[in-house]
């Protein structure tokens, strides 16, 4: 079943039903202000740091489950309804959500009045825009009444839900231009040299700026007294929870239309001209914000200006084959998503609450895999904030906030892949952009300057971390967790509340990784690439030496008979092999030691992929590990604590499941990786929406494994590394398009059945007009002809000043 449809032309999905399973979000922003926003207008907005700067408040975990957003109410006689139907809930006589690429869209009615919303973020200011057109479709003149509402957040979004001993006096607004204008300026008094101001370029007829005057103490945003009343009170608000509500009387004529601008926006002032008067905020800045956006002239273009930036960005890699879905999921959906992770990290989504995350180290990593070929500018800005949370010996802290770029010291470090996630990124991004200079940048360790190094220097203590942290079996150990953050191997967590993470000690001596000897193999030739590109052979020569010893015992230890162990651990015993009695296949090793080439010789990566088909696939995806854990396991940690089918405990995780794919091209099989591509790929599983229960146009995290009662449901949508990856999958491995050092290779492995296709990859100032003549082969390019001359190779050698270069590709 669907609950919409996607419009490929207009680049939005529209939702045709209020009603989906559970909110279906989009993100607005794309520099430093940022909104969530719900396909029933719940959501909220926050400034660079979902934690520290959060604009408008969000209540989570409550009921119903998409609970505060950005509000417009419409009163017509006794009738209150919503364009968003949430939160009043009246049933509506049509009902339309548009998701497009940075903004949303509604066009409602209800008793022959129509209401049309559009909201978004500009490019270049801080601030939401909200623009709502009123329409009588009646036979008489209609008198309604709008009511705008926003709650406040006071700032720290994480102190803002605890500390109400304090906060329920701090709150404190002015209110300007009759009530058009409000400010939140709680804390501004004090140590805050910002404001937020929620204005509509109309006069009102009345405003509100306290929640229980608005609302009415014993209210939810549901039945707010003022709406009922059509009136609000005009009441400032002093402490307790500081709103922002307008109240607009409108007569329409028949078929009169009348639209308003509201503008949500975020204010900085210099520490010295914070005031304009003793306790009167210097409002200057804010003015200027909402006259940028008074008229609809100036909204029609800040809108087109975000379209076209779109669709400048998604020129850079286009495809047009026969296969509608592919082509929807590669030129729209899937890259505006990897832009939203790289945006959010995990920071900030419905599932997570921005409040605790932060940044990722190797997730903001892995994002810039999917990303850096969209802006790379700030690719490289990102890789060297992160490399400044390294630290010394290479290791790193796991997650850091956004706002002031350290690293978190609640979570601290010991993660043992994320120093090589480093070298992914720093090698995505030269790839790119040929760009060999960021390696010579001076990047701090910890933050501190005094103790900087290259990123070079950087990359190589990444390396060489994993090359001395090595266990027994001359595997890297694997400190509090790898990917994998549920395998936790040395944490030995008893009572409720130690965190698996955390708690412990966070080296062990014994507990090796099989899936980090993947990754060092991988990266570790890609650092050696580097090394060389840099002059330093000597450096890629030791580099090859000590991934020929983890390759080596990735093939030996690391192999289990049929496919690759995942790990051995603190006691030696293995994890992920048919000696277990639970656990006994993981698929994190399969995917990353084929696609990092291991075994591919020796015949154990065709036979891993095989047991990976027999033992982990099922109709939704590829699970992460089989026989689901029945019992907690002391020493495995987190990963036996979900019920069977859930998460990392034998649910599909998402994020895996282009590594199987790309190691299917690795081998060359073009069907099964096709395969394993559709079956989590959102616009294929469209319409099965009633099942799968998030958002059709982006991936989750998870989706509920075959031992779940919930069998096929998606959970945690948007922020997840599924996006990167998926897109690396499918426009480098499956259509072929890989950047080198040394140019493009093409170099497509796609089901029999795929068909011809053209792709255009704008790529270091150069645009590639790429055609492919599949003639029934899965993989093998049997001619290569650019501009007119066959080429021998994968590889499209670049030529200093072609800017177009027309590359024709025959498979088979
Ligand atoms: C959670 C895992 C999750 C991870 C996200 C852990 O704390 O328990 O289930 O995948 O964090 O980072
Ligand atoms: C989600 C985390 O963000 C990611 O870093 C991790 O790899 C996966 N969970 C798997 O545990």
Redesign the pocket.
């Known amino acids: 079943m669907k609950y919409g449809y996607f419009d490929d032309n207009a680049l939005e999905y529209v939702i045709t039903t209020p009603k989906t399973p559970l909110p279906w979000i989009n993100y607005l922003g794309n520099k430093e202000f940022f909104s969530l926003i719900s396909n029933t207008c719940g959501g909220y907005t926050f400034y660079k740091d979902a934690k520290l700067l959060r604009l408008t408040r969000y209540r989570y975990n409550n009921v119903p489950y998409d609970n505060n957003g950005k509000y417009f109410y419409i009163k017509d006689g006794d009738t209150i309804w919503n364009p968003g139907w949430q939160p009043v809930k009246t049933v509506l006589d049509s009902y339309e959500c548009r998701h497009g690429l940075g903004y949303s869209t509604w066009k409602s009615s209800k008793d022959d009045v129509e209401a049309q919303v559009l909201t978004f973020v500009p490019m270049d200011d801080n601030c939401e825009i909200s623009r709502v057109t009123l329409t009588n479709n009646k036979k008489s003149s209609a008198r309604i009444t709008l009511f705008s509402y926003v709650e406040w957040c006071l700032w720290n979004a994480d102190d803002d839900m605890k500390n109400f001993q304090r906060n329920l006096s701090t709150g404190e607004v002015e209110v300007t231009d009759g009530g058009s204008v409000i400010y939140h300026k709680t804390e501004y008094r004090e140590r805050r040299n910002h404001y937020a101001v929620y204005g509509v370029n109309t006069k009102v007829d009345g405003f509100d700026t306290s929640r229980d005057a608005f609302l009415g103490a014993y209210n939810g945003p549901d039945s707010p007294d003022a709406v009922k009343a059509g009136k609000c009170t005009g009441e400032l608000a002093s402490g307790w929870s500081p709103i922002a509500s307008h109240q607009i009387d409108v007569t329409l004529e028949p078929g009169e239309s009348r639209t308003f601008i509201f503008t949500l926006g975020y204010i900085e002032n210099p520490e010295d001209a914070k005031w304009e008067a003793p306790g009167v905020i210097n409002k200057e800045r804010a003015k200027a914000l909402l006259a940028r956006y008074s008229d609809e002239t100036s909204v029609d273009k800040a809108l087109a200006e975000l379209k076209d930036y779109w669709k400048d960005l998604l020129s850079i890699y286009h495809i047009k084959s026969s296969n509608e879905k592919v082509d929807r999921m590669v030129n729209i959906w899937n890259q505006y998503q990897c832009m939203v992770t790289f945006n959010m990290s995990?920071s900030a989504s419905y599932y997570e609450s921005g409040i605790g995350?932060g940044m990722?180290f190797?997730?903001s990593c892995q994002d810039l895999l999917g990303f850096v070929h969209l802006i790379p500018d700030r690719a490289r800005q990102r890789i060297i904030d992160i490399a400044s949370t390294q630290f010394q010996d290479g290791s790193a802290y796991h997650q850091y906030q956004p706002l002031t770029k350290k690293g978190n010291s609640d979570i601290g470090s010991g993660f043992n892949d994320d120093p090589l996630w480093l070298i992914a990124g720093t090698s995505a991004y030269i790839r790119e952009t040929g760009d060999l200079s960021i390696l010579d940048e001076m990047v701090p360790f910890d933050n501190d300057m005094s103790v900087a190094k290259t990123l070079m220097g950087h990359l190589q203590c990444s390396f060489n971390f994993t090359a001395t942290h090595k266990g027994p079996h001359g595997l890297p150990l694997i400190g509090r967790?790898d990917?994998?953050?549920?395998l936790n191997l040395n944490c030995f967590s008893e009572h409720p509340g130690e965190s698996f993470q955390t708690f412990g000690p966070s080296e062990g001596p014994v507990a090796e990784s099989v899936f980090i000897a993947g990754m060092f193999v991988k990266y570790g030739e890609e650092y050696a690439q580097l090394c060389e590109l840099k002059g330093d052979q000597a450096e890629a020569d030791r580099a090859r030496q000590e991934v020929k010893k983890v390759y080596d015992a990735a093939c030996t230890a690391g192999w289990d008979g049929e496919w690759f162990v995942r790990a051995y651990d603190a006691h030696s015993n293995k994890v992920g092999s048919k000696e277990c009695e639970e656990g006994q296949i993981y698929i994190e090793p399969q995917g990353f030691c084929v696609l990092a080439g291991i075994g591919v010789e020796e015949g154990l990566a065709a036979k891993a992929l095989k047991s990976v088909e027999e033992r982990l696939d099922t109709k939704y995806g590829v699970m992460i590990l089989q026989p689901a854990y029945t019992k907690y396991h002391l020493e495995l940690g987190e990963v036996s604590s979900y019920p069977p089918g859930y998460k990392?405990n034998a649910g599909i995780?998402c994020?895996n499941n282009p590594w199987i794919s790309i190691a299917e091209t690795v081998l060359g099989h073009g069907n099964r990786a096709f395969e394993v591509y559709k079956k989590t790929c959102p616009a294929y599983i469209e319409d099965i929406s009633e099942i799968h229960c998030t958002e059709p146009y982006v991936y989750s995290?998870m989706v509920a494994g075959k031992d779940a009662k919930f069998f096929g449901q998606g959970k945690n949508s948007w922020l997840?590394?599924t996006a990167a990856w998926t897109f690396v999958n499918i426009s480098q491995y499956i259509l072929g398009v890989y950047p080198t050092h040394n140019g493009l290779s093409i170099n497509p492995c796609v089901p029999e059945d795929f068909g011809d296709f053209e792709i255009t990859r704008k790529y270091r100032g150069a645009t590639y007009n790429i055609s492919v003549k599949q003639n029934g082969a899965q993989k093998g390019i049997s001619r290569l002809i650019v501009n007119g001359r066959e080429i021998s190779g994968n590889v499209i050698p670049y030529e200093e000043g072609v800017t177009t270069y027309t590359v024709e590709a025959t498979l088979g």
Not at 483 to 486: E, F, R, S, T, V
């Open positions: 995990r995350r990722g190797r997730d967790a990917w994998n953050d549920c990392e995780f994020h995290q997840t590394g």
